[in-house]
């Protein structure tokens, strides 16, 4: 158990649709990321945020949008579904800014997304 | 900009031999290169990391890792395997600088047979 927790394990939901992931870093992490993996594109970094602060964005689609509360907890919002959306979307946090590139990131279980 | 190729996408191995998976990187700036492995239905686990110093890594699991800048390799390797080790496992590799997202290969899944 990596101490990030995801929310829900599962998700099956229509094209054109918008669903909300959810995750929770490990306690004390300030440094959130979001990854997406799927069978043609591999994983991919989405999106990164520091303390509530958006600090690097990678392939993330205009369609998707992120942010990361006060309590540090973060919500991934993906809109207008499409098929091609049906990935496995990790969380990952570590301590800090990750500076240097040194800091372990700590995955969480995964959100499957299925869209139909 | 960094990338990572993991060569064979699928490698299978029998019960007490050697692993070796195998990881090249591109990299502009020295690279700080990372194996996590995956578990079915599980997220990634951190193998080992290299960042500085010391070539060869020891990680969890009885696996290590030799950075050889000379190859821009960072292989994987187990001297015996065993069933459990079954999943999985992607090199990455850190830009660093100003962000700490991670770039992975496209995996290899490691099957071992009794």
């Known amino acids: 158990d990596s101490g990030v927790t995801q929310t829900p394990k599962h998700l099956i939901t229509a094209t054109g649709q918008r669903v909300t992931l959810r995750c929770s870093p490990r306690s004390g992490d300030l440094s959130v990321y979001w990854y997406q993996q799927s069978l043609d594109q591999g994983l991919q970094f989405l999106i990164q945020y520091y303390n509530g602060e958006e600090r690097a964005k990678g392939n993330i689609l205009e369609r998707f949008s992120a942010q990361q509360f006060p309590d540090l907890h973060s919500e991934l919002n993906l809109s207008s579904l499409e098929l091609g959306d049906s990935a496995l979307y990790f969380c990952?946090?570590?301590?800090?800014?990750?500076?240097?590139?040194?800091?372990?990131?700590?995955f969480g279980p995964g959100t499957r997304l299925l869209v139909l | 900009a960094q990338s990572v190729t993991q060569l064979g996408s699928h490698v299978s191995v029998s019960e007490g031999a050697l692993v070796l998976l195998r990881c090249n990187y591109s990299?502009?700036?020295?690279?700080?290169l990372f194996w996590y492995v995956q578990y079915p239905n599980q997220g990634l686990q951190l193998l080992l990391k290299y960042t500085t110093g010391a070539t060869l890594v020891k990680g969890i699991n009885g696996f290590e890792a030799e950075f050889k800048k000379s190859e821009t390799s960072f292989h994987l390797t187990k001297p015996s395997a065993h069933m459990s080790d079954a999943a999985e496992y992607f090199c990455?590799?850190?830009?660093?600088?100003?962000?700490?997202?991670?770039?992975f290969g496209t995996g290899t899944l490691l099957a071992v047979q009794p």
């Open positions: 990299s502009s700036v020295p690279p700080y």
């Open positions: 990952a946090s570590s301590v800090g800014l990750g500076l240097a590139g040194q800091e372990t990131q700590y």
């Open positions: 990455a590799v850190s830009e660093g600088g100003a962000t700490n997202k991670l770039i």
